[in-house]
């Protein structure tokens, strides 16, 4: 492989690393799903959670999302190391989120990742979620106008780039 081809692998995965987030935020579960291989797993043993493959992904997306009021996730670029068409790395996970049912809390965690180069582009084959540290003392603030599992709303004046040429 060429310096260049390892470059564009690095920034490709770099961008899969950001649609993931985005989709969790934008509560896009079809998209989120799509982000992994046919057969890939997401997995949360602090939750516990496992899901396998694209379809449980999405439906698994769609079960925990609606027991949100709000969430917010912020990720930080971590490791990644190429090896041909697969490759390893971490994210680095920061979360705030409301339960409806009350449970809130503040989460850092990492994302230990598999990565499987395919006709689609990178997709993740395993995703790992490790939580490092939880606080689950009473948030101060709220979700302003979209708190109860509704769809994320843009603020007036803001345009949806979701769907532009990336």
Request: charged share 25%.
């Amino acid at each position: 492989m060429n310096d260049f081809q390892a470059i564009a692998d690095r920034i490709e995965i770099e961008a899969l690393r950001g649609e993931f987030t985005d989709a969790v935020m934008m509560r896009d579960r079809a998209r989120l799903a799509a982000l992994f291989t046919p057969n890939g797993v997401l997995r949360m043993p602090d939750v516990p959670v496992e899901m396998l493959g694209r379809e449980e992904i999405r439906t698994g997306g769609e079960r925990l999302q609606s027991q949100w009021d709000f969430f917010v996730q912020t990720t930080h670029p971590g490791t990644l190391r190429l090896d041909g068409d697969t490759a390893t790395g971490r994210t680095y996970i920061q979360e705030l989120g409301r339960a409806l049912d009350g449970r809130q809390g503040l989460i850092y965690a990492i994302y230990h990742d598999r990565y499987q180069r395919t006709e689609e582009g990178w997709r993740f084959a395993q995703r790992v979620f490790e939580i490092r540290y939880l606080d689950t003392s009473p948030l101060a603030g709220s979700a302003p106008s979209n708190a109860g599992g509704a769809p994320a709303q843009l603020p007036p004046g803001v345009e949806d780039t979701a769907d532009a040429p990336r």
